[in-house]
C-alpha cells in the first residue's frame, strides 16, 4: 500500500466506520458464531506475496465481522460496558496515525503534558483531593497491582525490590466480592493467595467493617504484617459499594495502604450528587477508575489517582543510561508511574471526549442512564414472575425470574436457560452473576448511546423469552 492508496482505503474505511455506527442495530448484540467457526474459514498459512487491501477487507466483512460481539450496540447490556464515542474514534485514530511512544517526556512532551491536565480536569470534578496526583494506566489491572506494589514496598521500606522477599508475611484484604484483578495482583507480588483475606459482606455485599478490623487484629496476633486493603466502589457483580470512611479509620490506625476499586462506578463521581460514595477519601492512598468503560472512551484508557507520588515512583523507579534527559526532575516521566515502560498516547482521546462532549453533556448522558435503569426496576417490581435479587445501585440491575413452588435449583435452571434464550435473540446481550448462591440476570443500562426505547425493547426480550420456559 503506497500513500495514494492509503488515501483513498482510509476515506472507505471513514465512511464504512460511519455506516456501522447507523446501521449497528441490524446486528446480532451477541456474536452466533460456534466455537472454531472463524478459524476454519481462513488459511492455515500467511501469504507469500501481499493482497490488495480489497480483498483483505472483503474477508473482515464477510468473516471477521460475524465473530464479532457488538459492544457499542445499544442493546449490550453484559459485563460492564467497553465504551466508544464519535470523538474518542476520532482521537483514536490520531494516535494510531502519530504512533507516539509516550514514555518519558523527552519522547513527546504534549502527550506527558496532555496527561497531567486531564488529572487536574478530573480531580476537583470527582472530589479527589487537590493534593494528590496521577496518571493514565492501561487498565484498573494494572494500577491496582501500582498500587499493591507500592503498598508492599512502602510496609517494607522497599526492602522487597532490592532484597527480595525474606520471611516477611504480608497480608491483603478484600471483600469476597472484589475484582478476580486481586486475586491476580497478590500472585504477581509474591504474596500468594493464601494471604489475600477475604472479609466478611453485608446483606447489600459491602465489607464489614468490624470484621476487616477483626480479620487484622487477628492476623497481628499470628505474625503477620497486614499491608492493604482494596475496597470497591462498586464491586464486580452487584455495584456494591464499600464504607471508604471507615475501612479508612481502620487502615490510618494499623498505618495500612488503603486503594478504592472504582473502575466501573466510579465514572459516577463526575456528578456532585455522588460525591458522598467516596466520603472518606483524604484516608486511603489511591483510586483507579475507567472512562473506558462508563465514559465513552475507547479501551484502554484508566485513570490512577494516587496521595504520594513519591511512594509510587520509589517502588518503579529505574534509569539506566540511554533513559537519562538533562529534563529530568523538571517534568513528569510517567514511565516511572508504573509497570511498563511503553506508554500510548491515551490522553489524547480522552480530550476530545470531554472537549466534545463536555462536563454537562456527559454528566447527562450518566443521569439518563440512571434514569434508565430507575425505570427498569419498577417494571421488575410490577411483574409477578421477575424480582430484584439485591437493591439495584446506580444503573446496574441484578434480578430473576420466579415461579411460585419452583425449588432453588429449578430457579438457577430457569435463569440460566432465560439468559441463554434473551441472548440466542441477538436483539440483546446480557450476562450473569450470583447473588447470595442465586443464580442473576444482570443488566447493565450504559452504553454510550442507549435510549429509553432500548431498554424497554430488551424488557420486551426478555418477557417475550420467559414465556416459552414457564
Not at 92 to 117: H, K, V
Not at 405 to 423: C, F, K, V
Not at 459 to 465: A, E, F, H, T
Request: hydrophobic fraction near 40%; proline fraction near 4%; charged fraction near 20%.
Amino acid at each position: 500500500m503506497d500513500k495514494k492508496s492509503f488515501r483513498e482505503e482510509a476515506h472507505k474505511l471513514v465512511d464504512w466506520m460511519a455506516d456501522f455506527y447507523e446501521n449497528i442495530e441490524d446486528y446480532p448484540v451477541k456474536s452466533q458464531s460456534k466455537p472454531g467457526e472463524i478459524l476454519s474459514q481462513l488459511p492455515a498459512t500467511p501469504p507469500t506475496k501481499g493482497e490488495p487491501f480489497g480483498e483483505v477487507f472483503k474477508d473482515f466483512e464477510n468473516i471477521i465481522l460475524p465473530g464479532i460481539t457488538h459492544w457499542q450496540s445499544p442493546n449490550f447490556h453484559a459485563y460492564f460496558p467497553s465504551n466508544s464515542s464519535y470523538p474518542s474514534v476520532l482521537g483514536e485514530m490520531l494516535t494510531s496515525t502519530l504512533g507516539a511512544q509516550c514514555m518519558i517526556w523527552e519522547t513527546s512532551p504534549a502527550a506527558a503534558e496532555l496527561e497531567e491536565l486531564i488529572i487536574n480536569w478530573l480531580k476537583p470534578l470527582m472530589h479527589i483531593p487537590d493534593q494528590w496526583t496521577g496518571c493514565i494506566q492501561d487498565t484498573a489491572s494494572t494500577a491496582t497491582l501500582a498500587a499493591l506494589l507500592s503498598a508492599r514496598e512502602r510496609k517494607t521500606n522497599w526492602a522487597i525490590n532490592h532484597k527480595g522477599f525474606d520471611k516477611q508475611k504480608l497480608r491483603f484484604y478484600c471483600s469476597s466480592e472484589t475484582h478476580s484483578s486481586i486475586d491476580k495482583a497478590v500472585k504477581i507480588l509474591g504474596v500468594g493467595t493464601e494471604n489475600l483475606v477475604k472479609v466478611a459482606v453485608d446483606d447489600q455485599l459491602a465489607i464489614i467493617p468490624e470484621a476487616l478490623e477483626e480479620a487484622i487484629n487477628k492476623d497481628i496476633k499470628n505474625g503477620y504484617t497486614p499491608c492493604g486493603v482494596v475496597a470497591a466502589i462498586g464491586t464486580t457483580g452487584t455495584l456494591a459499594i464499600d464504607p471508604i470512611d471507615a475501612i479508612g479509620d481502620i487502615c490510618a490506625k494499623h498505618k495500612i495502604w488503603l486503594h478504592i476499586d472504582a473502575a466501573y462506578a466510579g465514572t459516577a463521581l463526575l456528578l456532585p450528587e455522588y460525591h458522598t460514595l467516596i466520603k472518606g477519601i483524604e484516608k486511603a492512598d489511591s483510586l483507579v477508575f475507567n472512562p473506558h468503560k462508563w465514559m465513552f472512551t475507547n479501551f484502554d484508557c484508566t485513570i490512577y489517582f494516587v496521595k504520594n507520588v513519591d511512594a509510587l515512583i520509589k517502588t518503579f523507579e529505574i534509569l539506566p543510561e540511554y533513559l537519562k534527559t538533562n529534563t529530568r526532575g523538571k517534568v513528569k516521566d510517567f514511565r516511572d508511574w508504573g509497570v511498563p515502560l511503553g506508554r500510548r498516547f491515551r490522553a489524547l482521546k480522552l480530550w476530545f471526549v470531554i472537549r466534545d462532549f463536555g462536563v454537562e453533556g456527559i454528566q447527562s448522558r450518566l443521569r439518563e442512564h440512571i434514569s434508565y435503569a430507575n425505570w427498569l426496576v419498577t417494571q421488575i417490581d410490577a411483574h409477578e414472575h421477575f424480582e430484584l435479587v439485591i437493591d439495584h445501585t446506580l444503573n446496574v440491575v441484578c434480578f430473576r425470574a420466579i415461579i411460585a413452588n419452583y425449588s432453588a435449583d429449578q430457579l438457577d435452571r430457569l435463569n440460566a436457560d432465560l439468559i441463554t434464550a434473551i441472548n440466542a435473540t441477538g436483539d440483546a446481550y446480557l450476562t450473569h452473576t450470583k447473588v447470595k448462591g442465586q443464580y442473576t440476570l444482570r443488566m447493565v443500562i450504559g452504553q454510550t448511546y442507549v435510549q429509553k426505547h432500548h431498554v424497554e425493547s430488551t424488557w420486551q426480550v426478555i418477557q417475550k423469552c420467559l414465556k416459552p420456559l414457564i
